[in-house]
């Protein structure tokens, strides 16, 4: 149980457009999910805690109009990278929680590796 | 907010020997610790976890050690083997029952060597 699943697994998209990546939690419900970025050798960044039904939190120096997130039902959380410039690539992975008792484990999905030419 | 630090970066062992890697946080209000193994390209994975209310935790050949006092906590891998190469890495967790923001350390590169 607790699979997370994200789409797609890799993208390559021009500078100046738009990537959306999908998280999906597919055998339990998640209220909290959450995005991070990871650069080559490097360790994972949390970018921002998405809610369902309310506005994600964003960390600190992660730009909100920039990579908007959506969590619009318990087990689907998006993260839209807006007019992605060569900087953005990097591997995005997002996690879920599982809901319900003092449940402490996050499942992180497979990473999506954005290119940007 | 919450730091961790974590060492060393690197670390390569032969088959069969121990390795130990240490983190440490600056949170006193953490209560979480886990760590996750990650291979090239691939989803971090849970190992091990502990909480804050235990000092010790074993797995068969992984365990993992906590001093609240001094704010750090280390991975022990005994009878290491080639397929535990991967990067390793410890976070750090304030649990409120409501959320569980996870801050991770740097990362550690463990190399088992035959």
């Known amino acids: 149980g607790a699979v997370v699943s994200q789409h797609p697994s890799w993208v390559i998209c021009k500078s100046g457009t738009s990537v959306k990546i999908e998280c999906r939690s597919l055998?339990?419900?998640?209220?909290?999910m959450f995005w991070y970025r990871q650069f080559p050798k490097q360790s994972l960044m949390l970018m921002a805690t998405?809610?369902?039904?309310?506005?994600?939190?964003?960390e600190q120096g992660v730009e909100k109009d920039k990579f908007l997130i959506n969590h619009a039902s318990l087990t689907l959380s998006t993260l839209t990278v807006t007019s992605a410039h060569p900087e953005d690539s990097s591997f995005y992975i997002c996690?879920?929680?599982?809901?319900?008792?003092?449940?402490?484990?996050?499942?992180f999905g497979p990473g999506t590796r954005l290119t940007v030419t | 907010g919450e730091n961790v630090e974590q060492h060393p970066s690197t670390l390569s062992v032969q088959e069969g020997d121990s390795a130990v890697i240490k983190c440490t946080y600056s949170?006193?209000?953490?209560?979480?610790f886990p760590w996750y193994k990650q291979e090239l390209g691939k989803r971090p994975q849970l190992i091990i976890d502990?909480?804050?209310?235990?000092g010790e935790k074993k797995d068969q050949r992984i365990a993992v050690t906590l001093n609240k006092t001094a704010k750090h906590f280390s991975l022990h891998i005994t009878e290491t083997q080639p397929e535990d190469s991967a990067v390793y890495f410890c976070?750090?967790?304030?649990?409120?029952?409501?959320?569980?923001?996870?801050?991770f350390g740097t990362g550690t590169r463990l190399q088992v060597t035959l």
């Open positions: 976070a750090a967790s304030i649990w409120t029952g409501t959320a569980s923001k996870l801050t």
């Open positions: 055998d339990f419900q998640a209220t909290t």
């Open positions: 949170d006193s209000a953490s209560n979480y």
């Open positions: 502990i909480r804050s209310n235990v």
């Open positions: 998405s809610n369902e039904g309310s506005k994600a939190t964003y």
């Open positions: 996690s879920a929680r599982s809901e319900g008792g003092f449940v402490y484990e996050q499942y």
